[in-house]
């Protein structure tokens, strides 16, 4: 290799390392760019667009009731022993509709109509199945006694003393209690006067199976693809009512199906959830993988549910207000339940403060199976897979005025738990990697090769560069301390060595 074709060779080094690392930016844009296109929320012209129009396979929501083991020592003022029943699964499908774009605004509408079906094959139990549980529709009442006028709390104590102890705890099937059964004693109250309790019906689920539901407004991302999906209003409030502060009362996130592109470890995230009344912070816990795509394992922090007394920042979420804060782990959504008695927490008491998860036997916490979670595909922020887990507990306590509860502790007691998830099917998994995964490294591949092969190229040339100076260099050898250079003609001459040189020649 001639001198030219050193040069040329560097020449080419240089311009495929300096290729290389243009590349970096230029990909990314390009990668970016494209991103946004799949994911934004333009209607029938993208993939994302469909993906959130209708979920693909729908998801599963499983239902887990407390039976009540010692309901007469709960009656004399015992622990609550409680045996966890089901899960109860039923498939889930909640496709979105009257779908309406607000262009200027970079919104869109719909509503949701959610349709469920019992799956026997994920289920452990049948809704048939018998438990004993709290009376919630008699606590409700109980509780609502403290803030009616007098005429009304007349009503319900003449109510009240007609009750027997079975009253207190009711044995009752998982459908009724979970999809509505015709109540005695709201009916009682409903017969006086339907303004106190419009239906007589009670059941977790009532009158929210093939019936429309919530009306949301999330951007659609025109505007800005990192507000992609995240909810603007809920059933038309820009602003929860239900709580203290502004902070408590903001829309934040979305609802975890589907999310802005471009997640980070170092990020935090919302989530917003109508059952739990309020946006929940999620952050980052760990690198997984689901079905051999990378994901960003994010949940629910301990300090997001901590009292307001300790933790200032949720004390908005204490209601009436700052004095009446709930213990770690436990919140009232009372006020966004028409009144009922509900306490909310995460499933088994997780993160539930000692002394109250202490007043009941038979819960286990455990991270892994009670936090709520969401895998995210960082790139495109597809929920890859997801868990939203929150357990309704009924405030009970003593009631003086009726002699059949003047004896009951005072606890939130445990109810049932919630676990809606889902998992990305496997041709979904197979189009992410086949129109995202794969080509994101193939161009990564790309970038490292021509930065890889210019610097080859270049150690090539200066090898070749150092090898051909060593060869013309003339070599030497010594004799009896004459050193003899022979040179390029092959002639030789013979050179005194250091040691016989004299020191004035």
């Known amino acids: 290799m001639g001198t030219a074709g050193l040069v040329i060779g560097a020449l080419l080094g240089i311009l495929l390392v300096a290729l290389g690392g243009i590349s970096f930016p230029v990909i990314d844009k390009i990668i970016h760019d494209e991103v946004i296109k799949s994911v934004i929320l333009y209607k029938n012209t993208t993939v994302g667009y469909k993906n959130w129009a209708d979920l693909p396979g729908g998801m599963y929501i499983e239902f887990c009731f407390f039976h009540l083991n010692n309901s007469a020592e709960v009656l004399a003022g015992g622990k609550p022993v409680l045996i966890e029943k089901g899960p109860y699964s039923y498939r889930y499908f909640k496709p979105k509709l009257n779908i309406s774009y607000d262009h200027e605004d970079g919104t869109v509408m719909y509503s949701n109509f959610p349709t469920y079906i019992f799956d026997p094959e994920t289920s ?9 549980t709290l009376n919630v529709p008699l606590m409700s ?22 009750i027997e102890k079975e009253d207190i705890f009711l ?9 509505g059964y015709l109540d005695n004693m709201l009916k009682l109250v409903h017969d006086f006067d339907k303004t106190l309790v419009p239906d007589p019906h009670f059941g977790f689920m009532y009158n929210r199976n093939h019936t429309p539901g919530s009306t949301y407004e999330v951007y659609s991302g025109e505007k800005d693809a990192m507000l992609i999906a995240n909810v603007k209003s809920f059933n038309g409030m820009d602003q929860l009512q239900w709580w203290t502060t502004p902070e408590a009362n903001a829309i934040n996130g979305s609802d975890g199906t589907y999310n802005h592109p471009f997640w980070s470890e170092h990020r935090e995230e919302y989530l917003f959830s109508s059952d739990a009344c309020r946006s929940v912070i999620m952050k980052f816990e760990r690198h997984t993988r689901i079905k051999g795509i990378p994901t960003m394992k994010f949940s629910i922090p301990s ?13 908005g979420f204490c209601i009436p207000d700052s004095d009446h804060c709930l213990p770690d782990g436990l919140l009232n959504i009372s006020q966004c339940q028409g009144g009922a008695p509900a306490i909310m927490s995460l ?19 455990d991270a892994e199976k009670h936090n709520a979670f969401i895998n995210v595909e960082p790139y495109t922020g597809a929920s890859l897979e997801g868990a939203l887990r929150m357990q309704f507990n009924i405030w009970m306590e003593k009631f003086v005025d009726a002699s059949q509860m003047k004896n009951l502790p005072t606890l939130p007691f445990p109810v049932m738990w919630v676990n809606q998830h889902g998992t990305v099917n496997s041709d979904s998994a197979d189009t992410i990697k086949a129109k995202l995964i794969t080509p994101i490294f193939i161009t990564n591949i790309a970038k490292w090769c021509l930065i890889g092969l210019g610097g080859a190229i270049l150690i090539i040339v200066l090898s070749v560069a150092v090898f051909r100076k060593l060869k013309r260099k003339a ?13 390029s003609n092959g002639q030789t001459t013979e050179v005194p060595s250091d040691e016989t040189r004299p020191l004035l020649s």
């Open 141 to 162: 009442i109980a509780e609502q006694l403290k803030y009616e006028n007098p005429l009304y709390q007349e009503i319900v104590l003449t109510l009240l003393a007609r």
């Open 475 to 487: 070599p030497t050898k010594s004799v009896n301390g004459v050193t003899t250079s022979i040179n």
């Open 171 to 179: 044995e009752i099937t998982i459908n009724d209690l979970l999809w």
């Open 124 to 132: 452990n139990g049948d809704p048939s199945d018998i438990i004993t």
């Open 303 to 315: 300090f997001a549910l901590q009292s307001g007394k300790t933790y200032p920042p949720n004390a």
């Open 347 to 365: 499933p088994h008491f997780l993160f539930v403060d000692d002394d109250v998860r202490a007043k009941v036997d038979g819960l286990y916490p």
